[in-house]
């Protein structure tokens, strides 16, 4: 019994310290200045609709590019988050603990998914870690980028900036 309530514990743990951490790890006020954290089962892209939707999955344990990853999808959310991009970042630690330090420095705005099971990252048939699935303002998923290498960054915001240029489709 008690070997199941740890995990519990720990990810409620998480999502506490994700909720009163700022960027830069600083405490911050209230629950608007944080996205809420989400299960796989409540996030729906649809509701997104309208809005250039990045999905980053990414692990906090045993990913050597993910923390470079982390700290890009941030500055692409404070670079162009006002603009109509939405970054929703999906972690897939086993281990809510392994997730909690790359968690704190994900930008306020950017909505986080935590999904152990890895039902979002079967579901998109994850190739490595991290991975980008980019989708323009009317949902079709028009970029995929597997893994973080110092020359992708560039096209990703390449892709990103393109895709907020062009105009939603009724």
């Not at 405490?27 to 996205?35: E, F, H, K, L, M």
């Not at 999808?73 to 929703?88: R, S």
């Amino acid at each position: 019994m008690i070997r199941k309530i740890i995990p519990v514990l720990l990810l409620i743990g998480l999502m506490a310290a994700v909720a009163l951490a700022g960027p830069e790890g600083s405490v911050r006020g209230g629950s608007r200045d944080r996205a809420p954290v989400l299960s796989p089962k409540d996030f729906n892209l649809k509701r997104l609709e309208g809005k250039v939707v990045l999905i980053g999955f990414w692990q906090g344990i045993d990913c050597k590019p993910c923390e470079a990853y982390i700290l890009w999808l941030t500055q692409m959310q404070a670079d162009h988050g006002e603009d109509g991009l939405v970054i929703v970042a999906v972690n897939q630690d086993r281990d809510s603990a392994g997730a909690s330090d790359l968690a704190n420095k994900i930008h306020p705005r950017t909505q986080i998914i935590l999904d152990p099971t890895g039902r979002m990252g079967s579901d998109y048939q994850l190739e490595g870690m991290p991975s980008t699935y980019l989708y323009d303002r009317n949902l079709n998923m028009k970029y995929k980028f597997v893994s973080f290498v110092p020359e992708e960054p560039d096209s990703l915001e390449t892709a990103i900036v393109d895709l907020l240029k062009q105009e939603y489709k009724d």
